[in-house]
């Protein structure tokens, strides 16, 4: 299961959440909420429109990690198209992450650039 991240002023804890219903898809998480069945850590894009119309309220905002906005995966065993490569550099650019898109190893995990 997976371990929900919490961090504040630079201590970070990882909590082992346990309950009657567990969801790994952002959409059933987000009705399961609002259905009032439990808590979920969600992406606040994914919910966004649901805080700022009262349907949902945030818990333990000032222990929320900063997550990195944006990851993109893909066969590592396919050398990436020009295209692809150029799509990389764009959301590396509007997220303003640092990715080498080159720099894939046999793992399929990018390396930082």
């Known amino acids: 299961i997976y371990r929900w991240p919490f961090e504040k002023d630079g201590q970070s804890v990882h909590i082992d959440v346990q309950g009657a219903i567990t969801l790994d898809e952002a959409s059933l998480a987000r009705t399961a909420v609002l259905a009032s069945v439990g808590l979920a850590l969600a992406m606040e894009s ?10 949902l309220v945030r818990v333990l905002e000032d222990w929320t990690p900063i997550l990195s906005p944006l990851s993109l995966y893909y066969p590592s065993r396919r050398n990436p198209t020009a295209a692809f490569k150029a799509f990389v550099e764009f959301a590396r650019r509007q997220s303003g992450a640092s990715i080498n898109p080159d720099a894939v190893y046999s793992s399929g995990r990018a390396e930082p650039g």
């Open 46 to 55: 994914d919910v966004r429109d649901d805080i700022e119309a009262g349907r």
